[in-house]
């Protein structure tokens, strides 16, 4: 006798439920690729040697106090993040276009930006990807937007669906907002190139339509900060509006933290003003102001030549790992024999292989070979290792023959 008697059972979150499934799982051979964390080689996580030397600072410096931040979050983090974003010659920075609040990582960055779109934008209406992360459609239901899609995947090729993405894109309503994977689309991988993401800015541009960056990987796509912010930027130097969410879970391993931030870039620093009070308004009711250790570490980080160049040492070799295990995997393929073309396990980048196994073929590996995954067939490659590759390939010609 409960007032809470008739609350049904939730669905587990499909992407966190892989892990439970794996946490039950006696097996020694289980693998778990459901998991979008890095890991190193022994399958351990990484606690960056730059974060740890920034906490070890916060903790020397006796003027590190645990005060509330403001609404707003750390103003250091703020601009140091909206430069990593949008290079730190940024016209839109050096005019004060730009206003960058902290928020809950990647997803409260999203959460917020759903929410003031909701409340000040004439059109609310976003435009996602098919296929893109789960978790979109939910956080900006909530927000209050309206969800439509576009076309981005083409399974036949295992590619970008160009031509479906120009002509969703091209019937989008005026000032429809569009949601883009900055790089390393999750979850199938696949990113236009510079040439493609050209003619999207055009269209985006010409159209009306007002682009929303999600930018959970900088630098941990290519190992390079710049290149992979290069499309966010190119939207940003035409001179147009735009949001971007950031989070720092990936790029420098700092996950439950929850630390990112959300920048919309306007038109004038007039505008961005008024933009930055409203996005106070969105979140004081919802947890008042942000944490404020992970911003801290991230200040200290960026701030720092020395632990910045750290930094950059150190994704770039979280990135490499994990080009490596592409092509560990992709020979291993070869060298089994597995039929069909495996070609884009090298293409794709990221995190994440979009294998193309269908959902029999994820069920058969995981009873069998006890490898864990999403339904949709999506790897994590920075949860393999050497070790584990040769298992992986193993369960894979198993599951297509
Ligand atoms: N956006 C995409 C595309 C992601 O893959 C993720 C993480 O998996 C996020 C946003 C947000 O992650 P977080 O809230 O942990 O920063």
């Known amino acids: 006798n409960s007032v809470f008697a008739h609350v049904a059972q939730a669905q587990d979150d499909p992407i966190l439920g892989v892990t439970v499934a794996y946490n039950k799982d006696p097996s020694p051979v289980k693998l778990n690729l459901g998991v979008g964390a890095y890991r190193t080689e022994e399958g351990k996580p990484l606690v960056l040697n730059a974060v740890r030397k920034a906490e070890q600072q916060l903790v020397a410096d006796r003027s590190h106090v645990k005060e509330y931040l403001p609404i707003s979050g750390l103003a250091d983090f703020n601009k140091l993040s909206a430069e990593l974003m949008f290079g730190a010659d940024s016209p839109a920075i050096l005019e004060n276009r730009i206003s960058t609040v902290q928020c809950l990582s990647g997803t409260g960055s999203l959460r917020v930006g759903g929410e003031f779109l909701a409340s000040h934008h004439h059109q609310p209406t976003i435009y996602f990807p098919t296929p893109t992360w789960g978790n979109h459609h939910k956080i900006f239901t909530r927000a209050g937007l309206s969800v439509k899609a576009y076309r981005y995947y083409d399974p036949t090729t295992r590619g ?42 055009k269209l985006i541009r010409s159209n009306g339509l007002l682009p929303f960056f ?40 700092l996950y439950g933290e929850r630390v990112g931030a959300l920048s919309v870039v306007c038109g004038s620093s007039d505008v961005a003003r008024r933009v930055e009070s409203q996005l106070r308004v969105v979140i004081r009711p919802l947890y008042s102001s942000p944490p404020i250790h992970g911003a801290s570490i991230v200040a200290t980080i960026l701030k720092d030549r020395d632990l910045f160049h750290e930094w950059t040492l150190e994704l770039k070799e979280m990135a490499d790992r994990v080009i490596s295990m592409r092509h560990q995997l992709f020979d291993a393929l070869q060298k089994t024999g597995t039929p069909g073309d495996w070609s884009h396990i090298i293409e794709q980048i ?32 920075a949860g393999l290792s050497t070790r584990t590759v040769p298992h992986l390939a193993n369960a894979i010609h198993a599951a297509v023959t």
């Not at 992979?228 to 790029?251: C, H, T, W």
């Not at 196994?357 to 339904?375: D, S």
Request: with cysteine; glycine share 10%.
């Open 350 to 381: 990221g995190m994440f292989t979009f294998t193309g196994l269908n959902k029999a073929q994820v069920e058969f590996m995981n009873k069998e070979y006890h490898i864990y995954m999403t339904p949709d067939g999506r790897i994590s490659m």
């Open 160 to 201: 970008l669906n160009f031509h479906g993405l120009m002509e969703d894109l091209g019937s989008a309503p005026p000032g429809a907002v569009v949601l883009l994977h900055a790089c390393a689309h999750n979850p199938t991988g696949v990113d236009p190139t510079l040439q493609q993401w050209e003619q999207i800015r």
């Open 214 to 253: 999600d930018s959970a990987y900088q630098g941990f796509a290519s190992g390079s900060l710049d290149a992979d912010a290069k499309p966010v930027r190119m939207f940003v130097a035409d001179g147009g509006e735009l949001l971007a969410a950031q989070s720092y879970a990936k790029n420098l391993g």
